[in-house]
């Protein structure tokens, strides 16, 4: 088999294992997420593995697989490299490019350190910044919360505290690229939620920001970035009254979940 038609039968294994999976919210996760994020991760992962030169096959492989053991919590990174050393021989791969992609896994839970091959670093950089960083990340902690049952305007105070913590993980980055792309992702973030406090006191149809952090509370019952980027792109095609700013911030949201920024 080529890679291609390997890494085809793989993401329909991930898409059961994660699509479902947790049946119901726990905590931080809930059905959809981590396959969601999983895809996230590998558009970002191989935009970043490209431009610094580094084996995408291995970077692609590793990101699409590693939260394949999401559901063992703490330890998915070390059980799910193990899965995936057991998983990967039977499709005839060599032992070499075997071992990257579990390795990549293995330690992509902040087990790296900067003697790690750089495939490991881009996976693991990858993966904080999904979760941490930018307009997905806001999506994320505003969808937490109003999957909680938070109102929306406790989630918007509730940012001064959250944002000064998601940048200190900064520290944990381990390549260039990464601390780049995060700080863009921060700008971004920072600006956009710290635009929603004043807009509390505005009518919500003249802030673009305010308008789409009321989208993602609304809609946070499905929880899946992709049916509600898909949802907004058609209300921005169909030319709705909406506030000036929001295809902007659309535009900027898909990008970020396909790798692009």
């Not at 060599?94 to 495939?119: D, K, M, R, Y």
């Not at 930018?134 to 994320?140: E, I």
């Amino acid at each position: 088999m080529i890679l291609d038609e390997i890494y085809a039968e793989l993401h329909q294994l991930v898409r059961e294992r994660l699509e479902n999976w947790p049946a119901q919210r726990e905590g931080y996760h809930w059905p959809g997420y981590t396959y969601d994020h999983t895809l996230r991760v590998v558009n970002l992962a191989t935009r970043m593995a490209g431009q610094l030169g580094v084996d995408v096959e291995v970077v692609r492989f590793a990101a699409l697989l590693h939260d394949i053991r999401k559901d063992a919590g703490r330890e998915h990174a070390e059980v799910g490299a193990a899965e995936v050393r057991r998983l990967l021989p039977r499709y005839g791969l060599q032992t070499p490019f075997i071992e990257a992609v579990a390795s990549a896994i293995e330690c992509h839970s902040g087990g790296n350190t900067p003697q790690h091959a750089l495939e490991n670093l881009v996976l693991g950089d990858a993966d904080l910044i999904d979760a941490n960083f930018g307009l997905v990340a806001t999506w994320r902690f505003i969808t937490i919360r109003s999957g909680r049952g938070e109102e929306l305007a406790g989630t918007i105070l509730a940012m001064e505290e959250w944002l000064p913590k998601k940048e200190a993980l900064t520290r944990l980055l381990n390549t260039d690229l990464g601390r780049e792309t995060a700080a863009a992702r921060s700008r971004r973030m920072r600006d956009f939620c710290g635009r929603l406090r004043p807009a509390l006191a505005e009518d919500p149809a003249t802030s673009a920001p305010l308008w789409l952090a009321g989208y993602i509370h609304h809609n946070a019952g499905t929880g899946r970035l992709p049916q509600q980027l898909h949802e907004l792109s058609r209300l921005v095609q169909r030319g709705n009254q909406l506030p000036e700013g929001v295809a902007t911030l659309v535009e900027t949201l898909a990008a970020e979940a396909a790798g692009e920024e």
